[in-house]
């Protein structure tokens, strides 16, 4: 079993940029953040698979965030710049055992584990 625990949510302007941080207990084979906004479902935002680093985005995210890992503490981060109010969600890390098709890389049902979130309020 592997604890997650995400950190760094807040409120900010609109345009402005936040950082979150997802500790994990151990290594998996992907990592994932995923956001829920209320009223609505839960969006696959970014992926990374550990082995190789590959990464994957949302195409409402591409160019504003970024998907990073520190392989020295199983540390996965999630830049946000150019924040926009729509980006205001509860925002979740997951990780995954095995290595997803790529198609299945922004799908929740695809990750075996899930961190409590950390809510993103962007104000306009």
């Known amino acids: 079993q592997v604890q997650l625990m995400e950190s760094g949510g807040g409120s900010v302007q609109a345009g402005g940029s936040l950082r979150l941080s997802c500790a994990a207990s151990?290594?998996?084979?992907?990592v994932g953040w995923f956001r829920q906004a209320p009223g609505k479902e839960r969006e696959g935002v970014a992926a990374?698979?550990?082995?190789?680093?590959?990464?994957f985005y949302a195409d409402s995210v591409k160019g504003r965030f970024t998907i990073s890992r520190d392989t020295t503490n199983n540390t996965v981060f999630l830049q946000m710049n150019s924040l926009m109010p729509e980006d205001t969600a509860m925002y979740y890390c997951?990780?995954?055992?095995?290595?997803?098709?790529?198609?299945?890389?922004?799908?929740?049902?695809?990750?075996?584990?899930w961190g409590q979130g950390t809510q993103v309020t962007v104000d306009s």
């Open positions: 997951a990780a995954g055992r095995i290595v997803w098709p790529v198609a299945k890389a922004l799908a929740s049902r695809a990750y075996n584990y």
């Open positions: 151990g290594y998996t084979a992907t």
């Open positions: 990374l698979i550990s082995v190789d680093g590959r990464t």
